[in-house]
């Protein structure tokens, strides 16, 4: 048996070096990011360079899209051809003390006699015809975003409240409007906007297992799990974001609105790649969406490869494994993805003490992606140097870091607002 003292050192050793560790795990040391030399944007891998818009959107954009399809995110498997179809099973136009109409929709996608169901929950302002929509899934049911006691529970699995990537299978009565903070509903009717919001586990619940979620109903025969180049989550839940487009294409309350992508975190690296895949979205925010969202690899700064492979390995095609052990073999970065949603508007926000999503990182992307939106004559990030604090940049290509932490905050929605205003109008 160890002696007591022993013990008590021991166990202190072990604390002081946890949290040596995730101190170190935090990986965020300016200092320490080496020179880098990203992949360039308008160069073709044969060597051709790119000098038109013709030239980008038929052999440069192509090309890169295939990487990110093939190498990062997973491609959704072609040949299928679901069926999606809508009720609307619950609407006020009473809601939010009359300011505005609130409509549910179940939306079933089926394939091949298998069904996945999709429940939107939609606010929009009473007053405006076709208003500007956000788009953005919810970690914990729609019943969160709001306290209104009308938004019925979803029956599918959710992030377990408060603990990072556990799922658990109960939308609950008790988180009803405990993400009311995140979601400013009432502001943004005044405003002029109408919200969507789904549940992103309805799409694919976040945990390692392809036996859920879409990826089954959309495998061949014998298949049990996506191929190497096959969609991970991120995926799932971009074209998530598409079959709800389709939908609010049709609804005659929307179909001539403008569609905003927002996403905050692993939602924010989903909006980035929908927005990608899927040029009917109107505008993209992507908020503190870092490591594998709009944060550069190449900084190696924060979040690396190595440990979000680890941690959420079902986030990703398989091929990405490769490149956990060095960011410099990727034939892609970051800057590359912004560059494929132009010449769209594009909101990237970052947060001081968000070193973990590398803010600096996330607001490279948007400057070494400037060049392409240049070609189109609009203007990206043109200083290499980030803005200070609280000051955004509402150019094409848009930009803030506001103190505080990772998260959603007013002032984040306050700068979407302002965004959005400005360039959809
Ligand atoms: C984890 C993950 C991040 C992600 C974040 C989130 O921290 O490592 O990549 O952005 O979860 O979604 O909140």
Redesign the pocket.
């Known amino acids: 048996m160890m002696p007591k003292v022993l013990l008590i050192i021991f166990l202190l050793g072990i604390s002081l070096s946890c949290s040596k560790i995730s101190q170190k795990d935090q990986n965020c040391d300016e200092k320490a990011v080496q020179p880098y030399v990203l992949p360039d944007l308008l160069t073709m891998q044969n060597g051709e360079k790119i000098k038109s818009i013709a030239d980008w959107e038929t052999k440069r954009r192509p090309e890169v899209l295939e990487l990110y399809k093939r190498e990062i995110y997973g491609r959704v498997p072609e040949g299928f051809d679901g069926k999606l179809s809508s009720k609307i099973f619950e609407q006020s136009n009473e809601a939010l003390d009359g300011a505005a109409i609130r409509r549910q929709i179940a939306l079933t996608y089926s394939i091949n006699g298998k069904e996945l169901n999709i429940n939107v929950l939609l606010y929009l302002p009473k007053q405006i015809k076709y208003p500007p929509l956000f788009l953005g899934y919810n970690f914990y049911g729609n019943q969160t975003i709001i306290d209104d006691t009308k938004i019925v529970l979803t029956n599918s699995w959710i992030q377990n409240n408060g603990e ?2 556990i799922t658990t299978n109960c939308a609950t009565e008790q988180l009803r409007g405990k993400r009311n903070n995140r979601w400013p509903i009432k502001n943004l009717i005044s405003e002029g906007f109408g919200i969507a919001t789904v549940n992103y586990a309805d799409i694919d619940p976040d945990r390692y297992d392809f036996s859920d979620g879409i990826h089954p109903l959309l495998y061949h025969k014998n298949q049990t799990r996506p191929a190497k180049d096959e969609w991970g989550s991120i995926s799932a839940w971009a074209w998530g974001y598409s079959r709800i487009l389709d939908y609010l294409k049709t609804d005659e309350l929307t179909k001539d609105s403008k569609f905003i992508l927002f996403g ?6 989903a909006a980035l790649w929908a927005g990608v895949l899927d040029d009917r979205f109107d505008m993209v925010i992507a908020n ?6 709009a944060a550069i690899f190449r900084r190696k700064f924060g ?1 690396r490869i190595s ?2 492979y680890y ?2 390995p079902q986030w990703f095609c398989q091929n990405f494994k490769k490149y956990r052990k060095d960011e410099n073999l990727l034939p892609i970065d970051q800057h590359m993805l912004i560059a494929l949603i132009a010449p769209r508007p594009v909101y990237i926000a970052s947060a001081e003490k968000d070193c ?2 590398d803010p600096i990182g996330e607001y490279l992307s948007g400057y070494y992606a400037t060049p392409v939106y240049e070609m189109y004559g609009k203007k990206g990030l043109n200083d290499s140097i980030q803005p200070a604090l609280n000051t955004p940049i509402f150019n094409t290509i848009g930009y803030h870091i506001r103190s505080g932490r ?1 998260g959603v905050k007013d002032y984040d929605w306050e700068q979407f607002i302002k965004f959005s205003k400005k360039h959809l109008e």
Not at 264 to 269: C, F, M, T, V
Not at 288 to 293: I, Y
Request: aromatic residues 10%; contains cysteine.
């Open positions: 990072i990537g905050h975190s692993r939602i924010g690296k503190n969406s870092g490591c594998a969202g979040e440990k979000i941690n959420f973990f999503s990772h």
